[in-house]
């Protein structure tokens, strides 16, 4: 009840504030600001029903969930929620697993984004030339991007199956291997099959974004360097990456953000197993959210969540120079 | 002034259109509302039919909604803890726990009344009497009962000499023994579905109590399975599938994988309900398989085999309904309902005016199941606890058994985190509900 109440007042002042912007700007149906007073504050007008949508959207949840996280708040005990301190994350980091979990979070992030920046950056580099079909083939190779995540998901637990996956079964055939490989039931195997399903997925959205940004580049560049005598990884160097690098800062961060807190393809391809060697911060989250329906741990996990993201963008754009990306 | 005025009003007329939303009352001239938890077309195409037959009875009509199995403890949490459960609803006997500390279900002992005669001993005796000993009432009527077998496949124990008599039985050193023998990679033949993720400490439960005479805790509350006896069972159990008597990726897999690598041709021997009889009968020719009955316990000869009803009815205790919902539970379980919802789902039928029907005789598909529910050695061992285990369920018990399947922690440290665990919930409970005592194994007879 107080959360509901809380969140009215906020909505309220953001209100209030929305009236009196209106008002100052257009008491008696005259404007009372200079031109340059106006021109100002404009920004603020327009940004005001996104916020207000914002508010509206995703901060009751927020604020409820950091609320939560300094509860005990399970959903099978209603009677007895209550406030209790910093019990939900002295809880939560002296889980069994939590470091092994941390670890996994690590290097999915790690592979993930890593696997689809090398990969996705290759093949813009390829379909930036031009070549007989090559919309068609374009439009095949974004095909993964439209996927659902369940359904990549579903496709790679069947093909990694043991015994009756095609993977083994080429592998087998093949000779690569002698006996079959049980990808989901092996510690190390089970993650990397979580990862190469996620690099699968996001390639081309790595592609798209780079792709568009290799477009931009005047060709007069590439010739001037070329009277210039620079060979290809120079040009590449100089020319090519100066010019996608804003373009390459903000597809990283975003897909790392997304990354991070994704866990559906987990849940689906190993729900976190063998016993949490595939399991990530997020998807531990979903897990004791909604299979002990601990929400006040599960909350606590959330706002830990928040704070590493919000730590990484930080860090990540001040060691990227963002600001200055794209000076020449 | 105007201005201000204005939203006045518009302030106004938004709190008038929300609040007759916010505080509207359900009336009981309304539909009911029934929600399966295990839906397939089969079941949705009963309910509905049978709903149909229940309003031309009675006039009222009733809301078919479902929720797949495995997102269903969720939704249903979702929905109790928001005051929306449907009047009538499908539950699991390991929901309960939470459902009645919640204050989500109506205890039905009024509505049964006089009426218990007309149920079979294995409702009244081991349902019933579980759930008062456990709940303090009766919450729940199941929908049909179900007792655990082994799926054998009879081709290939044939083939590997095998002798097996369902109606003479076997020991659990037999049954290990056969899935050794039913064990042959070189033909992609595995001796057991072994169950290694959600579900897997159930039936290994059972095993360690066969040790105990059916019981888990002692008097105190204090765990029976942690002295080396049990310990040696433990490592007993999971060695079928650390010597590779299953598939490696057994350690992942839970029911679905089980029976379909049973009735796909991968696996010898499957441990579970008769409900999978249905699924056998459909998916394999009678010449495959075979139904034996849980193995007699080594230590004192007796079958230690839970009992119970895959699903139950109960009424949602925040119903507007409960008269009109209790009508709807007494029309499905009507003996003419209840057989029929029985055979379609391989169940057996839990009132006793179903006779003898052929389905259930010594010759049909069921002999091995109701041969052991006739057996004056079937002892029903003690569940988990009366407590809310749903979160151990979930995970710490199975997790526990995969870090030793994986060599990553010893057998003892393994079983000591998942039954120290439960006697430490264990002893709270006794302490927070003084009166309430130790539950103890039943018998039928």
């Known amino acids: ?328 | 002034m105007r201005k201000k005025g204005l939203l006045l009003v518009v302030a106004l007329l938004a709190i008038m259109t929300i609040l007759p939303a916010a505080g509207s009352q359900e009336k009981s001239t309304k539909p009911l509302r029934f929600i399966d938890v295990s839906p397939s077309p089969t079941r949705q195409e009963y309910f509905t039919t049978t709903f149909a037959k229940f309003k031309q009875e009675t006039g009222l009509d009733v809301v078919y909604e479902s929720v797949p199995w495995d997102d269903a403890a969720n939704k249903l949490t979702v929905l109790g803890a928001s005051n929306q459960l449907p009047d009538v609803m499908t539950t699991w006997a390991g929901w309960l726990g939470q459902f009645t500390e919640a204050g989500w279900v109506e205890p039905l002992n009024s509505y049964i009344g006089n009426s218990a005669d007309e149920y079979a001993k294995t409702v009244t005796q081991l349902v019933w009497k579980a759930e008062k000993e456990l709940y303090g009432n009766i919450y729940t009527i199941p929908d049909g009962m179900m007792v655990k077998g082994v799926f054998v496949r009879k081709d290939w124990a044939k083939e590997v000499g095998l002798n097996l008599d369902p109606t003479k039985g076997w020991t659990y050193a037999e049954y290990f023994d056969a899935v050794y023998k039913l064990t042959d990679p070189s033909k992609n033949r595995y001796g057991t579905s072994f169950r290694g993720s959600r579900g897997a400490f159930d039936p290994l439960f059972v095993y360690l109590e066969s040790f105990n005479g059916g019981s888990a805790y002692a008097a105190d509350g204090s765990t029976l399975m942690a002295d080396q006896e049990a310990i040696d069972a433990y490592k007993k159990w999971n060695g079928l599938y650390l010597d590779g008597t299953a598939p490696k990726d057994a350690i992942n897999w839970g029911f679905v994988e089980m029976v379909g690598n049973f009735t796909g041709g991968l696996t010898g021997t499957l441990i579970n309900d008769s409900e999978v009889a249905a699924t056998c009968l459909e998916n394999m020719k009678p010449e495959q398989w075979m139904v034996m009955p849980m193995p007699k316990s080594d230590k004192d000869g007796k079958i230690y085999n839970t009992v119970n009803s895959p699903y139950a009815y109960s009424i949602a205790s925040s119903s507007k309904n409960k008269a009109n919902a209790w009508k709807l539970i007494e029309f499905l379980t009507r003996p003419d309902n209840n057989i029929e919802y029985c055979k379609l789902t391989g169940l057996i039928p839990i009132k006793t005016a179903v006779g003898n029907d052929p389905f259930y005789g010594p010759n049909g598909p069921y002999a091995a199941f109701v041969q052991q529910l006739n057996d004056p050695a079937m002892v029903v061992p003690v569940a988990f606890g009366p407590f809310n285990f749903t979160d151990m369920h979930q995970g710490m018990m199975h997790e526990e058994m995969q870090k030793y399947l994986l060599g990553k922690q010893s057998a003892k440290v393994s079983l000591a985190n998942v039954v120290y665990e439960l006697e430490k919930r264990m002893k709270a409970y006794l302490a927070e509900n003084p009166g309430s005592a130790v539950e103890q194994p039943k018998g039928l007879f």
């Open chain 1, 1 to 328: 009840m107080a959360m509901v109440f809380l969140y009215l007042v906020l909505l309220a002042i953001l209100c209030g504030l929305g009236i009196w912007m209106i008002n100052k700007h257009t008491r008696g149906g005259r404007v009372c600001f200079s031109p340059s007073t106006k021109r100002r504050a404009e920004p603020y007008l327009f940004l005001f029903p996104t916020m207000l949508l914002l508010v509206l959207m995703f901060g009751y949840p927020l604020i409820n969930s950091f609320v939560m996280a300094f509860q005990n708040y399970k959903l099978t005990a209603p009677t007895k929620i209550a406030f209790n301190g910093l019990a939900n994350f002295k809880k939560l980091f002296s889980e069994t697993d939590i470091w092994l979990i941390i670890q996994n979070s690590f290097l999915y992030v790690l592979f993930s984004v890593a696997g689809q920046f090398l990969l996705g950056l290759t093949l813009a580099m390829a379909l930036n030339k031009r070549f007989p079909f090559r919309g068609l083939y374009q439009a095949i190779i974004f095909l993964p991007w439209s996927f659902s995540a369940f359904v990549i998901g579903l496709m790679h637990r069947w093909s990694f199956n043991g015994e009756y996956g095609v993977v083994n079964d080429l592998l087998l055939k093949f000779s690569v291997i002698t006996e079959k490989i049980a990808w989901l039931g092996t510690p190390g195997y089970s993650l990397a099959v979580v990862i190469f399903a996620m690099i699968w997925m996001g390639i081309p959205f790595f592609a798209i974004m780079i792709l568009a940004a290799l477009q931009s580049i005047p060709a007069e560049m590439y010739e001037a360097a070329a009277i210039d005598g620079c060979g290809v990884i120079r040009k590449f160097f100089q020319i090519t990456f100066p010019y996608i690098k804003p373009t390459v800062i903000v597809t990283v961060l975003l897909r790392t953000i997304w990354i991070f807190n994704s866990f559906d393809l987990i849940v689906v391809i190993t729900n976190g197993g063998p016993a949490n060697y595939s399991q990530t911060l997020p998807s531990y989250m979903y897990t004791k959210a909604f299979s002990s329906y601990d929400f006040g741990l599960a909350s606590a996990l959330g706002v830990v969540l928040m704070v590493v993201l919000v730590l990484y963008v930080a860090l990540f754009l001040k060691t990227t120079k963002y600001n200055k990306a794209g000076n020449f």
